[in-house]
């Protein structure tokens, strides 16, 4: 089992408290502890990744679907390392910024458009890799000469949205601009999350001019569910799971990395194998991971346009019927045995040693924190 620390290494243990099991049948007894559902833990996602794909699933329209990944520069790695609260909603908001402009320009959709991100910190090694994925609908919510409402498809063809040297040129436009304001007013030394000693940092900003700002798009042609399913995918995860960890060799930890091979730098060829394994110190792996934990209350995942939640229910619903779609219907809600069954094929209330008995609670057992505090709360006071 992957242990983080501070996060994971209590989670299904009896730290978290749990419950005692006994089946009816051969009367075998098992401890079933609690998980952390920390969002950081590779242990805890599936369900909560599984529940938002179900809640999405009603939002989708009936329209092709573009995947955008937008990448900041490697330059900003360590003011990120040390202002990461700013530079994630900086990121964010100007890549939301960017495509909303662009939806709204007549040339293109001319409408509000329907579109969420998800940041993500990490590349395969764990090394800091700042991108935000971007699911947005090929098509617009505007108004004719009128002033009823209409769905605008895109100008150039059904799946084109924006040319991507284009949104590259305007996003770096507009990060450089705020990172300039942030720097002249101060902004930059407020940020809550950075570490009560931060070095001053010389922001590269002839060299962040002079890059170009690398923005991909890719329309799938699957489907919108298999889009969603593929965004799902994205949404409830950290920077490594369980099942790319290999072993601990010494001070060495071994894990699996994918091997790019549409990089130009990459040297793999047609015959070379999809992964390989990499090697970090210990020390070194823990740090690489612990800095794609997001600040406390940070949202990496945010809706806009007609997904935004302000009139999310209104905007859909117009967009649906001028789509010619049904109402949408609310995801209906699981318990954990429904989950399992339908998801892993596994009923958790079956007893795995007879096969055949039923799962009953008979004891439990509070989390560690919550005994030690009611312990303090009965304690003899002290004079006063």
């Known amino acids: 089992m992957f242990a983080a620390p501070g996060f994971a290494r209590t989670c299904r243990t009896p730290a978290l408290g ?5 089946c009816d049948g051969c009367q075998t007894e098992q401890w079933r502890w609690h998980a952390c ?46 202002r990461p609260r700013w530079v994630y909603d900086t990121l964010l ?18 409408g509000t458009g329907a579109f969420t991100l998800v940041l993500h ?13 971007v699911l947005m609908a090929c098509g617009a919510l505007s108004t004719d000469a009128q002033g009823q409402p209409q769905w605008q498809a895109p100008r150039r063809s059904p799946t084109f949205l924006f040319p991507v040297r284009a949104l590259s040129q305007v996003w770096r436009a507009r990060f ?11 902004r930059l030394r ?16 002839q060299e962040l001019r002079a890059k170009p700002w690398v923005v991909y798009a890719k329309t799938p042609l699957a489907g919108p569910a298999a889009v969603l399913d593929y965004l799902s995918r994205y949404t409830h995860r950290t920077a490594i799971g369980n099942e790319r960890l290999l072993g601990i060799h010494g001070d060495q930890v071994w894990f699996r990395t994918r091997v790019n091979r549409k990089h130009p730098s990459s040297d793999a060829t047609a015959d070379a194998p999809r992964s390989r394994i990499t090697q ?5 792996f823990i740090e690489r991971l612990m800095q794609h934990v997001v600040p406390r209350g940070f949202k990496r995942i945010r809706h806009y346009g007609l997904l935004a939640p302000a009139a999310k ?29 339908r998801v892993a094929t596994i009923d958790i209330q079956t007893c795995t040693h007879c096969g055949h008995g039923r799962w009953q609670a008979v004891a439990c057992q509070a989390p560690a924190r919550a005994a030690s505090a009611t312990a303090c709360a009965h304690a003899p006071r002290g004079p006063p």
């Open 93 to 110: 908001d100007t890549v939301a910024d960017t495509l909303t402009t662009f939806a709204a320009d007549p040339r293109w959709l001319g």
């Open 18 to 22: 749990g419950k005692l099991l006994r």
């Open 313 to 341: 229910t209104e905007r859909l619903a117009c967009a649906r019927a001028l789509l010619g779609m049904p109402a949408a219907n609310p995801a209906v809600a699981e318990d954990v045995a429904q989950f399992m069954r």
């Open 121 to 133: 910190t990490w590349a395969q090694d764990l090394s800091r890799h700042l991108h935000v994925h």
């Open 280 to 284: 970090l110190p210990g020390v070194q």
């Open 176 to 186: 450089v601009d705020v990172l300039i304001q942030a720097q002249d007013s101060q």
């Open 190 to 205: 407020a940020d809550p999350s950075a570490p009560p000693i931060a070095p001053p940092i010389a922001l590269p900003l």
């Open 37 to 82: 559902r920390n969002r950081h833990c590779p242990q805890c996602q599936t369900r909560q990744r599984e529940a938002w794909r179900r809640a999405r699933g009603a939002e989708l329209l009936n329209v092709p679907y573009c995947h955008l990944v937008f990448t900041l520069p490697h330059e900003l790695n360590r003011l990120a390392a040390v």
